[in-house]
């Protein structure tokens, strides 16, 4: 005979797997997550002789945009330019300040007690250099299952499972517990990343400020198609302090990008970039 119990168990255990499923799905539809967990074994250490604070101006030199492996001794000199490990680490640290504070992105984050700023720069830097720091600390990760909406569990072990429980925050409205990210959501994420970027590397490295944006632009497209269009309005933002500072007036909430349609996104930015199709991919 079934008992509430019982009932109870498998509703657990149901839950359970159709994370998982989640999981497995959103990670089967990106090709760089499916490629992150290939590459998620040994590997020789890669280390850059610069890693320290941005220091002198460089010249700017265009380099194409490669994943996949592909490239990194180009994009990885460009992380020597504007200071290494360190210097990604105090802009993602200066990004996560800003998000815990954001009225949108904070009911994406279950926790402000975990290492976001770490993993997020060693992730980049990985990407980037061909090092093997984001493995390294991906293996020394808890397994133990975090709980999020609903009492569900999930244990976060790469970057698909970490917006699956971004996905799935315990902060969300219960409506919108599971819902991916939205156009108006990845130009506010965009907005506060290019803003900590414009803080910490400045005009250090011109070439890593035009390869980041392009770079975000490349992985934003798997949270929501539509991003990539805005990426470079986004990096714009923070340029004019009228636009922070109405921003925090507003009570941290981007007001002038919520709730729009496309249509009406697309007329806020220029029309050579809502008509460019080839972004970020062109070549000079």
């Given at each position: 005979?079934?008992?509430?119990?019982?009932?109870?168990?498998?509703?657990?255990?149901?839950?359970?797997?159709?994370?998982?499923?989640?999981?497995?799905?959103?990670?089967?539809?990106?090709?760089?997550?499916?490629?992150?967990?290939?590459?998620?074994?040994?590997?020789?250490?890669?280390?850059?002789?610069?890693?320290?604070?941005?220091?002198?101006?460089?010249?700017?030199?265009?380099?194409?945009?490669?994943?996949?492996?592909?490239?990194?001794?180009?994009?990885?000199?460009?992380?020597?330019?504007?200071?290494?490990?360190?210097?990604?680490?105090?802009?993602?640290?200066?990004?996560?300040?800003?998000?815990?504070?954001?009225?949108?992105?904070?009911?994406?984050?279950?926790?402000?007690?975990?290492?976001?700023?770490?993993?997020?720069?060693?992730?980049?830097?990985?990407?980037?250099?061909?090092?093997?720091?984001?493995?390294?600390?991906?293996?020394?990760?808890?397994?133990?299952?975090?709980?999020?909406?609903?009492?569900?569990?999930?244990?976060?072990?790469?970057?698909?499972?970490?917006?699956?429980?971004?996905?799935?925050?315990?902060?969300?409205?219960?409506?919108?517990?599971?819902?991916?990210?939205?156009?108006?959501?990845?130009?506010?994420?965009?907005?506060?990343?290019?803003?900590?970027?414009?803080?910490?590397?400045?005009?250090?490295?011109?070439?890593?400020?035009?390869?980041?944006?392009?770079?975000?632009?490349?992985?934003?497209?798997?949270?929501e198609s539509t991003a990539p269009t805005f990426a470079r309005d986004s990096a714009r933002w923070s340029a004019d302090p009228k636009n922070i500072q109405e921003y925090i007036d507003n009570g941290r909430t981007m007001n002038d990008v919520l709730g729009l349609s496309l249509g009406q996104a697309l007329s806020q930015i220029p029309q050579e970039e809502a008509d460019d199709s080839i972004w970020p991919y062109d070549?000079?």
């Open positions: 005979r079934m008992t509430s119990q019982n009932y109870g168990t498998m509703a657990k255990s149901a839950a359970a797997q159709s994370l998982l499923d989640h999981e497995k799905q959103f990670r089967a539809a990106d090709d760089d997550a499916l490629e992150e967990n290939r590459s998620n074994k040994s590997k020789e250490e890669t280390t850059l002789s610069s890693d320290n604070s941005a220091a002198d101006v460089t010249s700017y030199h265009y380099v194409p945009l490669k994943m996949g492996g592909k490239n990194t001794a180009a994009s990885g000199a460009l992380i020597q330019e504007i200071g290494g490990l360190s210097t990604l680490e105090k802009m993602t640290t200066r990004f996560y300040s800003n998000a815990f504070l954001d009225t949108t992105l904070d009911n994406f984050i279950r926790s402000h007690g975990d290492p976001h700023a770490s993993r997020f720069s060693r992730w980049i830097h990985q990407k980037l250099t061909g090092s093997s720091v984001w493995d390294e600390e991906r293996a020394s990760r808890s397994s133990r299952p975090v709980t999020v909406a609903n009492g569900h569990t999930i244990v976060v072990h790469d970057r698909s499972s970490a917006h699956v429980a971004a996905w799935h925050s315990p902060k969300r409205p219960s409506e919108e517990v599971g819902r991916h990210f939205n156009l108006d959501e990845c130009r506010v994420w965009m907005r506060l990343h290019f803003w900590a970027m414009r803080e910490v590397v400045g005009d250090a490295s011109p070439s890593f400020t035009d390869y980041y944006i392009r770079f975000i632009g490349h992985f934003v497209n798997v949270y070549m000079m």
